[in-house]
């Protein structure tokens, strides 16, 4: 099994900064792709950032330019750097990871619980 811990959120004022983190733990043969969803009230979850184990990138629209996912392999860990926050930005964050038990078993999505991000004066 994956477990994946979310840290990071907190409440920010408009235009402000946040990092948040998200360490895998547990027994596995390899992480592929990471990635950051967020999910604001009465919305569905949606995409923000994705980053593959060898390092390509992929945002949503409404936040190139702003964040910034990175991922550190020895750690297990992927970062989100959101900076000039706004208050569309308020959802709770969830880190996705995409990952193999064993050299023959399927790809399989674990979730972490969310963290949340709340952007307001």
């Known amino acids: 099994q994956v477990q994946l811990v979310e840290s990071g959120g907190g409440l920010v004022q408009p235009g402000g900064s946040l990092r948040l983190s998200c360490a895998a733990s547990?027994?596995?043969?390899?992480?592929?792709?990471m990635g950051w969803y967020r999910q604001a009230p009465g919305k569905e979850r949606e995409l923000v950032a994705i980053?593959?184990?060898?390092?390509?990138?992929n945002y949503a629209d409404s936040v190139k330019g702003r964040f910034t996912i990175s991922r550190d392999n020895a750690k297990n860990t992927v970062y989100l750097q959101m900076n000039s926050l706004k208050p569309e930005d308020t959802a709770d964050y969830y880190c996705?990871?995409?990952?193999?038990?064993?050299?023959?078993?399927?790809?399989?999505?674990?979730w972490g619980k969310g963290t949340l991000v709340t952007v307001s004066s």
């Open positions: 980053i593959s184990s060898s390092g390509n990138t």
């Open positions: 996705n990871a995409e990952t193999k038990i064993t050299l023959r078993s399927p790809r399989v999505p674990y």
């Open positions: 547990g027994s596995f043969f390899s992480i592929y792709d």
